[in-house]
């Protein structure tokens, strides 16, 4: 069982950056495939960006290529998303996921196929 939890939500001007946290419990972090998440109102949960676990190997939504990066620090059990650049377009909550199966890129875009869920920070973009 892994139990995560996000930080780093705010309120920013477009243009602006933000770093997301997502701290994970549990002593096996590093053998997590680990995700971020958003969702606006009324809109469906999209993926934003997947770090893996064993190559560090990374993956973005092309809405946010260039102006987004994940990272990890196992020894801190932590996963981050830098957010340079942001746009209003960028406001929904952000949550992190993760799975310790193995993913196919063709899946990394699912939520489902992700196991564990933290319960999101808020991100809000203003023009």
């Known amino acids: 069982q892994v139990q995560l939890v996000e930080s780093g939500g705010g309120l920013v001007q477009a243009g602006g950056s933000l770093r997301l946290s997502c701290v994970a419990s549990g002593r096996t972090f590093n053998s997590y495939n680990m995700g971020w998440f958003r969702q606006a109102p009324g809109k469906e949960r999209e993926f934003v960006s997947l770090i893996t676990s064993s190559t560090g190997n990374t993956y973005y939504a092309d809405s946010v290529k260039g102006r987004f990066t994940i990272s990890r620090d196992n020894a801190k059990n932590t996963m981050y998303l830098q957010m340079n650049s942001l746009k209003p377009e960028d406001t929904a909550t952000y949550y992190c996921?993760?799975?310790?199966?193995?993913?196919?890129?063709?899946?990394?875009?699912?939520?489902?196929?992700?196991?564990?869920w933290g319960q999101g920070t808020q991100v809000t973009v203003s023009s």
């Open positions: 996921a993760a799975t310790n199966k193995a993913l196919l890129i063709s899946a990394i875009r699912l939520p489902p196929k992700y196991d564990y």
